[in-house]
């Protein structure tokens, strides 16, 4: 009896697997996945897996063929697998509400951000930048699938001791700037953003970072409009018939 085949397709990475060691699959630029199957929709089903937050995590990994290790993935990395498997699952058409009128996009058509490949020509995800108000010397990475862990960890938790108060965008910052004046300890990076880090500079770094950050163009524009909006991600993008 001969086997029964699934197709699969590959998916360039924004990266180019510019960031990852050469001894990484990573490191190759693609990742081959296969079609969404029904096992995958009972994935998508599985309300554990959706309590729990991690159901778009657990399609992932069920649908990558390629030998990768997840954790490393980058973040625009994992958002360009993202998108494949929604095409290859139900198809290149996303409807979704904005400002309260019905948008349609074609997610085929989305491009990978430009990437400065200078600036990635050591496999090594760490960048150095110069605060711009304060002039202190720091270096910062960009996330990965671990980091994004980590971090969601840390807000529940800080979530349960005052969940009125929680300091999101500070405990984002911790994991992503990497030493501060050649300072890598991370208490003294801990303090560093609580308590001496200007808003001007804190926010000069996220829009660095956004600019030379490997991602998938997630932008549109809206009806009649000459100015491009971030494209939501709501409840119909992997379930369309929601």
């Not at 699934?6 to 050469?22: A, H, I, N, Q, R």
């Not at 990573?26 to 994935?43: F, R």
């Not at 349609?104 to 090594?124: C, W």
């Amino acid at each position: 009896m001969s086997e029964f085949k699934l197709p699969t397709e590959t998916v360039e990475l924004p990266s180019k697997g510019l960031l990852y060691p050469e001894n990484s699959e990573l490191s190759k630029g693609t990742v081959e996945i296969k079609y969404m199957t029904a096992k995958e929709e009972d994935i998508l089903t599985n309300q554990s897996y959706i309590k729990d937050g991690v159901v778009l995590d657990k399609l992932l990994k069920s649908v990558v063929i390629s030998e990768i290790n997840f954790d490393d993935l980058l973040i625009g990395d994992k958002n360009a697998l993202m998108i494949a498997t929604r095409i290859l699952g139900y198809g290149s058409k996303y409807n979704f509400e904005y400002n309260g009128e019905q948008e349609e996009i074609d997610l085929s058509l989305l491009e990978n951000k430009k990437l400065e490949e200078e600036l990635f020509q050591n496999r090594t995800n760490e960048f150095s930048y110069t605060l711009p108000f304060s002039k202190n010397e720091i270096t910062f990475k960009i996330l990965t699938h671990k980091d994004e862990k980590m971090i969601t960890r840390e807000i529940e938790g800080l979530k349960k001791i005052n969940k009125n108060n929680v300091p999101e965008l500070t405990t984002r910052l911790k994991y992503i700037i990497t030493s501060i004046e050649g300072k890598r300890d991370t208490k003294d990076i801990r303090n560093f953003i609580d308590n001496y880090l200007l808003a001007k500079d804190s926010r000069s770094l996220r829009e660095y970072i956004r600019q030379i950050q490997p991602d998938v163009d997630l932008t549109f524009f809206p009806n009649d409009s000459e100015n491009r909006s971030s494209i939501p991600i709501s409840v119909n993008f992997f379930w369309p018939d929601a």
